[in-house]
């Protein structure tokens, strides 16, 4: 079982900067894919960024050359810094982690959750 915390989110304004982490309880964090994910009001969850067993990384375009994903294997959490932030960033962000190193970019393929971190970008 992985329990995946969330923090970070918060309120900016646009062009603005956040880091969200996401801590997990799992011995096993190394052998996990791990993912960003995000859910606008009215809108279907979609990813935003995942990394996986060997570092390597994917963004979706609305946000590569912005955001960047890590983690940290030692302190078992993943990180996602956001950079240049639009309104239509606004979301609840969620951490998503499942075994195995191939990284999925749909949602349904993930195992584990986190509660969510609420981003807000204001004009």
């Known amino acids: 079982q992985v329990e995946l915390v969330e923090s970070g989110g918060g309120s900016v304004q646009v062009g603005g900067t956040l880091r969200v982490s996401c801590a997990a309880s799992a011995y096993t964090y190394s052998s996990l894919c791990m993912g960003w994910f995000r859910q606008a009001p009215g809108k279907e969850r979609e990813v935003v960024a995942t990394i996986n067993t060997f570092d390597t990384t994917t963004y979706s375009d609305s946000v590569k050359g912005r955001f960047t994903i890590s983690k940290d294997n030692a302190k078992n959490t993943l990180y996602l810094q956001m950079n240049s932030l639009k309104p239509e960033d606004t979301a609840m962000y969620y951490c998503?982690?499942?075994?195995?190193?191939?990284?999925?970019?749909?949602?349904?393929?993930?195992?584990?959750w986190g509660q969510g971190t609420q981003v807000t970008v204001s004009s």
């Open positions: 998503a982690a499942r075994s195995g190193s191939w990284c999925p970019l749909f949602p349904a393929e993930y195992n584990y």
